[in-house]
């Protein structure tokens, strides 16, 4: 659902050519890591489903699509810290190499619940690879073995990501400011 507006684009973060850049390096390090397997690639619904996308057509590794969503509900642009698993993984990945493909890592919580998740299905291996890394908001550990490029503590939109619904189709990341009496939102 698309809210209504008190969100506002800012700064430039990461334009098109840079995001582009920044895959085409992704790629290639996950095709060394990946030679001669054939890893379940998750995608986790909605917002790293551009960026999924991108990469995985510049990947030569052959791969196997699987999609989770799941829900982590913020206050604007606060993480309540609630994680929940809205859709899971159609393949049985047990025994096999999985890559789980994020947007943005900003608490931890969201990709800690994927992890700890995808891990009762007893995969050979789990990684992550996530366009953004908001290393500086950490509040859980988690292994991030592929990161595109690592930002500020800045609210960001495009390439996927939203703010209250809106902006996922921009083409390039930019900051977003938010002006509101405090409504209830959620991002995926
Ligand atoms: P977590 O805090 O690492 O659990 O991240 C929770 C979720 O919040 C992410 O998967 C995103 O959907 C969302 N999120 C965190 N930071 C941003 C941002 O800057 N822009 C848009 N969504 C964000
Ligand atoms: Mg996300």
Same mark, same amino acid.
């Given at each position: 659902?698309?809210?209504?507006? &008190?969100?506002?684009? #800012?700064?430039?973060?990461?334009?098109?050519?840079?995001?582009?850049r920044?895959?085409?390096?992704?790629? #290639?390090?996950?095709? /060394?890591?990946?030679? &001669?397997?054939?890893?379940?690639?998750v =995608?986790?619904?909605?917002?790293?489903?551009?960026? *999924? *996308?991108?990469?995985?057509?510049?990947?030569?590794?052959?791969?196997?699509?699987?999609? =989770?969503?799941?829900?982590?509900?913020? =206050?604007?642009a606060?993480?309540?810290?609630?994680?929940?698993? $809205?859709?899971?993984?159609?393949?049985?990945? *047990?025994?096999? $190499?999985?890559?789980? @493909? /994020?947007?943005?890592?900003?608490?931890?919580?969201?990709?800690?619940?994927?992890?700890?998740? @995808? &891990?009762?299905?007893?995969?050979?291996? @789990?990684?992550?690879?996530?366009?953004?890394?908001? $290393?500086? $908001?950490?509040?859980?550990?988690?292994?991030?073995?592929?990161?595109?490029?690592? @930002?500020?503590?800045?609210?960001?939109?495009?390439?996927?990501?939203?703010?209250?619904?809106?902006?996922?189709?921009?083409?390039?990341?930019?900051?977003?400011?938010?002006?509101?009496?405090?409504?209830?939102?959620?991002?995926?």
């Amino acid at each position: 659902m698309v809210h209504s507006g &008190g969100e506002r684009l #800012g700064r430039t973060v990461l334009s098109a050519e840079e995001i582009e850049r920044v895959v085409w390096r992704l790629a #290639g390090e996950i095709d /060394e890591e990946y030679r &001669g397997t054939v890893p379940v690639a998750v =995608i986790v619904l909605r917002g790293a489903f551009v960026f *999924a *996308a991108d990469l995985l057509r510049r990947m030569r590794t052959e791969v196997c699509v699987d999609f =989770i969503e799941v829900a982590s509900y913020t =206050i604007g642009a606060r993480s309540t810290g609630r994680v929940e698993l $809205r859709r899971d993984l159609r393949e049985d990945v *047990a025994g096999q $190499r999985v890559l789980v @493909i /994020e947007d943005i890592i900003d608490t931890g919580r969201t990709a800690r619940f994927i992890l700890d998740h @995808i &891990g009762l299905h007893q995969p050979a291996d @789990i990684k992550v690879v996530t366009l953004l890394d908001k $290393r500086g $908001r950490r509040m859980v550990e988690v292994p991030v073995d592929f990161v595109g490029v690592r @930002i500020p503590n800045v609210f960001v939109v495009g390439y996927g990501l939203d703010m209250n619904g809106r902006f996922r189709n921009l083409p390039y990341v930019a900051e977003c400011h938010w002006e509101s009496s405090g409504g209830r939102a959620e991002s995926e």
